[in-house]
């Protein structure tokens, strides 16, 4: 493993795997009438977002404290970017703390690459959510969500994701969780494929390890996997797309086109979900709406990079480390 | 002044020969020459060439004097072979009025180390919308022929047509920043391939090409001359070849960094590579030094852009837009044009001196090197191999992408009219 996490296409396939199977041990804690773990007792982590996200700010937070960490939140949102300074003098503060792995979120693409690679900190940096680039934690709960549904929870340990398709629909152009789920599924072997009109896919995608197609309804029924985007209302007044009706008759999920999915398939959301237009009530509230297992599978894989960048290479539930032990 | 005896150098990169300067003209070129009562500058094989004209700098005074100022901006200009840099009009307050631009050129005068030559805005406040007092600009003791709104495009249409028409009456022209306003909302690094991988807004070549078409239309329709700026991409180059085929008066330049480095480099997410138009691909790359060698595109300029170092060491978005170049540029024509055979050193001389004088009206400049001509001369050592330092550099702002790159070519003597400025790659 690297000492940070800044985006998903920075994984090896046995990376990848490692973490989804460490998640995957972690996920058992949360079935205990305890779940915490010992594992980074003494260790100090900072989430440093200069974005809103309370989902996300969340989910590390829970999966920091079961691992014992200790926990600053440090909430930054507004004027970051309009002056760059704040970046880096935030980072020197928290490192002046003694901090030990920053878990940043940042409006600005490659910020917290900047963070990682400037020299202006020591500390461990996790990516978790930068501009339009990239969201790694993101994309392997996603990967850990299509392994335990498409291949089982058991049965998916060691494995990848070989010969599985999933098709991403929506706002790629805005959005680093396709790009995120582009590059790491890539690594597992799936075959992606991503839906949205021409106006919300990047210039360049071409370059990009997947397929791309305008047209949701022939590619339904050869998805393992169809993920929804979140498609933000602005977009309709920059000219992406005509009006939300018809961006959802063209591109929304209802039952009918769920049906066309083959039977196995899942369907799966980043969330927040905007109801009606990406996506129907039907089709969210539906046994095949992953949702909720994502946001818990969040927690079980940030605490399985947390554990693996800052841990060390011990087992991570079974022998639990200690000051002797070293 | 006495005189000073430059003994074999390769004049215009030619065999060696003598040069004597009396005063602040050449005297003498020749082999042989006497070498009496003069100070002798042994050029064993180094390349001499006319003074450099830079028809694009930002010498950021007044306004942003903790960037660059006149001095340290014409000492790096100096350093660099430059003997006559135009100064950009996007200062605080802009240059649009006689006032601004008389200032620009007098510290220029007074500091001595390279004729300052201030262009004027455009329009009032670099706003696009009303025009600038030209023909004051024009009649004030700077004489300003060149206008630009260089940072902004001017991008309505009527205001580009009238500001090409009215220059015509005191022969000036306008130097355009093609970059439609629009299609470049947002925009971050070159739209493309690796603007997808990283998330960055997108500027798309269009968003150049789409402009230049236009301008060298308008240009051709009201029969005035018009120069564009830092043109940065392949379909442009396209496009100035159609317009000059077409016998429209267009004129433009690039700069040396168009000419070395691709938009990979923003994979660093360094905010030293972010630069307005941004740095395209290699293809475009190609397509720049093609044309500067078959002279579609007419002249290298620096767009020497300095910022303090707080403005460049933060997020890429947060980032400043620009780069330094006028103590490198030379070095990176050298590797790019003359290193890889396209361009030889009087084609160098052609486009980093002589043509860029003539767009700028800057007479004393840009002369031959022979008797009679104003001694502004600079001595090249083309052999010279080296990793740039920006500790070294005598600009305020370090913001150079060539850190720690290795180099070709060294300017070791500058002479302004007969005086030197740089001696031995030392500032006098």
Not at chain 2, 171 to 180: K, L
Request: glycine residues 10%.
């Amino acid at each position: 493993m690297q000492r940070h996490l800044i985006s998903a296409a920075d994984l090896t396939r046995d990376d990848a795997v490692l973490i989804l199977d460490t998640a995957e041990e972690m996920a058992r804690v949360a079935d205990r009438p305890i779940k915490k773990l010992p594992t980074l007792r003494g260790r100090t982590i900072v989430n440093l977002f200069f974005e809103d996200s309370t989902r996300t700010r969340i989910s590390f937070e829970a999966a920091e404290k079961r691992l014992s960490a200790d926990v600053i939140n440090f909430t930054a949102k507004g004027s970051s970017v309009s002056k760059g300074e704040s970046l880096k003098d935030t980072a020197q503060t928290l490192e002046a703390m003694g901090v030990d792995a920053v878990v940043i979120r940042h409006g600005a693409s490659g910020a917290p690459y900047r963070l990682a690679n400037s020299g202006w900190i020591d500390a461990a940096v996790i990516n978790a959510g930068d501009g339009t680039h990239q969201h790694p934690t993101q994309a392997l709960l996603d990967a850990f969500t299509m392994r335990r549904r498409l291949v089982g929870r058991d049965a998916g340990l060691g494995q990848d994701l070989s010969g599985k398709r999933i098709t991403i629909v929506g706002d790629v152009l805005h959005s680093r969780v396709a790009r995120s789920n582009v590059d790491l599924l890539h690594t597992l072997g799936a075959e992606v494929t991503l839906v949205a009109p021409p106006t919300l896919v990047p210039v360049g995608v071409g370059s990009w390890p997947c397929a791309v197609s305008y047209d949701l309804d022939s590619t339904l029924p050869k998805s393992d996997a169809v993920m929804m985007l979140r498609v933000q209302r602005e977009r309709m007044n920059a000219a992406f797309f005509p009006t939300e009706r018809e961006y959802s008759r063209r591109y929304g999920l209802d039952g009918d086109r769920m049906a066309k999915m083959p039977e196995h398939a899942i369907v799966m959301h980043p969330g927040p979900m905007v109801r009606g237009m990406e996506i129907t009530a039907e089709v969210a509230d539906s046994e095949r709406c992953t949702v909720v297992e994502q946001v818990a599978n969040g927690v079980s894989i940030r605490m399985a990079v947390l554990y693996l960048l800052l841990g060390g290479n011990e087992p991570a539930v079974t022998h639990a480390r200690t000051t002797e032990e070293k | 002044m006495s005189k000073i005896l430059i003994r074999g150098a390769k004049v215009l990169g030619g065999e060696p020969q003598d040069v004597l300067i009396d005063g602040e003209t050449i005297a003498a070129v020749g082999t042989g020459l006497s070498a009496e009562g003069a100070e002798v500058i042994e050029a064993g094989g180094k390349v001499l060439l006319p003074g450099l004209v830079d028809l694009h700098t930002h010498l950021r005074e007044p306004g942003r004097e903790d960037s660059e100022t006149v001095l340290t901006g014409t000492r790096a200009a100096a350093s660099g072979g430059y003997t006559a840099v135009f100064a950009m009009a996007n200062t605080f307050p802009v240059a649009d009025t006689a006032g601004v631009v008389e200032q620009v050129w007098r510290l220029g005068q007074e500091h001595g180390y390279c004729d300052v030559q201030p262009i004027g805005a455009v329009t009032v406040g670099l706003e696009g919308r009303k025009l600038a007092e030209l023909g004051a600009m024009h009649e004030s003791a700077a004489g300003v022929t060149v206008f630009s709104d260089d940072g902004k495009c001017v991008d309505d249409a009527v205001i580009m047509r009238r500001a090409l028409e009215y220059v015509k009456a005191f022969g000036g022209v306008v130097a355009q920043h093609a970059q439609e306003p629009r299609l470049t909302e947002g925009a971050q690094m070159n739209e493309g391939i690796v603007s997808a991988e990283l998330g960055l807004g997108g500027w798309p070549a269009v968003a150049e090409e789409s402009v230049i078409a236009r301008d060298v239309l308008l240009a051709e329709h009201v029969g005035s001359r018009v120069h564009i700026c830092h043109l940065s991409t392949a379909g442009s180059v396209e496009i100035v070849r159609w317009a000059k085929s077409r016998g429209i008066d267009v004129t433009a330049e690039v700069t040396p960094h168009h000419l070395l480095l691709t938009d990979e480099m923003v994979r660093t997410y360094n905010p030293v590579y972010k630069v307005n138009p941004p740095l395209r691909t290699e293809r475009d790359v190609h397509a720049l030094r093609e044309a500067l060698a078959d002279g579609t595109i007419d002249i290298v300029a620096t767009d020497h852009a300095p910022h303090p170092h707080e403005d460049k060491d933060c997020e890429w978005a947060a980032a400043a837009m620009g780069m330094v170049g006028l103590e490198t540029a030379l070095s990176v024509v050298q590797e790019t044009m003359v290193d890889t055979g396209l361009l030889d050193w009087a084609g160098v001389a052609d486009r980093m001196s002589s043509k860029p004088a003539q767009i700028g009206q800057a007479t004393g400049h840009g002369r031959p090197v022979s008797a009679g001509e104003p001694a502004n001369l600079t001595l090249v050592d083309t052999a010279y191999r080296g990793q740039v330092d920006p500790a070294g550099f005598a600009s305020r702002s370090r913001n150079t992408p060539y850190e720690g790159r290795e180099l070709p070519g060294r300017v070791t003597h500058t002479w302004l009219r007969g005086k030197a400025t740089l001696v031995d790659g030392k500032l006098t």
